[in-house]
């Protein structure tokens, strides 16, 4: 699975985005789309998964409400809106794709990743 996000850029405080993730490859419907983010100088971090399963959602507990994972009918492509942009959202995001329905938050569990989009939020 080839996995490619785009959406990101520069955002005033208050905005919103919708980033995106094209899968290409194998069937990507079979593995749970996940979004990650790594900010200046810190680790990157899980934001939000699809249980390729049974569609359940699961967010970080810090972006519930703000953040918004879903994907397309074709399951081809993942998308995730971010509502309400602060100067602290601001990171490379990454899409990424696993093969499980667990432990979404785990990035061994995932296989592929996209190459990362940046987000710049301005206050």
């Known amino acids: 699975v080839q996995l490619q996000a785009c959406g990101g850029g520069l955002v005033q405080a208050g905005g919103y985005l919708r980033l995106s993730c094209e899968a290409s490859?194998?069937?990507?419907?079979?593995?749970?789309p996940g979004w990650f983010r790594q900010a200046p100088g810190k680790e990157r971090e899980f934001l939000a998964a699809i249980s390729y399963r049974d569609g359940r959602r699961f967010y970080a507990d810090s972006v519930k409400g703000r953040f918004t994972i879903s994907r397309d009918n074709a399951k081809i492509t993942s998308f995730l809106e971010i509502n309400s942009l602060k100067p602290e959202d601001t990171a490379v995001y990454y899409c990424?794709?696993?093969?499980?329905?667990?432990?979404?938050?785990?990035?061994?569990?995932?296989?592929?990743w996209g190459q990362g989009t940046l987000v710049t939020v301005s206050s």
């Open positions: 490859g194998r069937t990507f419907s079979v593995y749970s």
């Open positions: 990424a794709a696993s093969p499980f329905a667990r432990e979404f938050d785990v990035e061994r569990r995932y296989d592929y």
